[in-house]
């Protein structure tokens, strides 16, 4: 069965330093996603992106935060200098249909990001 | 604020007898709601989902129902197994393509 990939699994950096988080959407699939969970704490959306660019993005989401399509494959979420508050489980989804929000979203299986 | 919540943090049933999650949201704008569970270590898995023009929806062994009149939503699941153990989550969809996760339920099943 075909799923969502992340790597790494999980990420240590220092305070200040960028990180990036790297995903394997399911290949026929036309929406992305990236969520983030601190530990003990709800799952919540960052961004969601399509057709090359974001679709919706919450307040988390600030100037720090970008997302990129560099392949047919890989979806990553980059962050420009991490603070001690970006430690959390990131999460990336997608989801197969173009325009329906509520298409089944497969999350993978996540990146622990430390930040020291 | 709109928020999405759990009544109960925890619940322990013994492997066979029906389970039941309980979730409040407190936007009546929400139309789309999805539980995910969520094993140690893993990513959210979809579970069910409910339309709000639908009060109730079966899966196999989970059914899902919805109260839009006191805006709760609840998960049941029969026969539970120990495999269930997991951390159980709704989610609302209520602006755009935003989902809004409530706290999680941490649901163990006692052998």
């Known amino acids: 069965e075909p799923e969502v990939t992340q790597t790494p699994s999980h990420q240590v950096t220092q305070m200040g330093q960028e990180v990036i988080l790297r995903c394997v959407p399911i290949?026929?699939?036309?929406?992305f996603y990236w969520y983030r969970q601190i530990l003990g704490q709800k799952v919540e959306f960052l961004v969601s992106?399509?057709?090359?660019?974001?679709?919706?993005k919450s307040e988390i989401f600030d100037d720090q935060f970008s997302v990129e399509r560099p392949d047919g494959s890989n979806f990553t979420l980059k962050i420009r200098s991490t603070k001690l508050e970006d430690s959390a489980m990131y999460f990336c989804?997608?989801?197969?249909?173009?325009?329906?929000?509520?298409?089944?979203?497969?999350f993978g299986p996540g990146t622990r990001l430390t930040v020291l | 604020g709109e928020s999405v919540g759990l009544h109960l943090p925890t619940l322990s049933v013994q492997e066979g007898d029906n389970s039941i999650i309980n979730c409040a949201y407190s936007n009546s704008a929400s139309d789309y709601f999805i539980w995910y569970k969520q094993e140690s270590g893993k990513g959210p898995q979809f579970i069910i989902d409910i339309r709000s023009n639908m009060d109730k929806r079966q899966g196999q062994r989970v059914t899902v129902l919805l109260n839009k009149t006191v805006k709760h939503l609840s998960l049941q699941i029969a026969a539970t197994q120990p495999g269930d153990s997991a951390v159980y989550f709704c989610a609302e969809l209520h602006t755009g393509n935003q989902f809004y996760f409530g706290t999680g339920t941490s649901l163990t099943v006692i052998p």
């Open positions: 989804a997608s989801s197969e249909l173009a325009g329906s929000s509520t298409d089944t979203q497969y």
């Open positions: 992106f399509y057709n090359n660019e974001i679709s919706e």
């Open positions: 290949s026929n699939h036309l929406y």
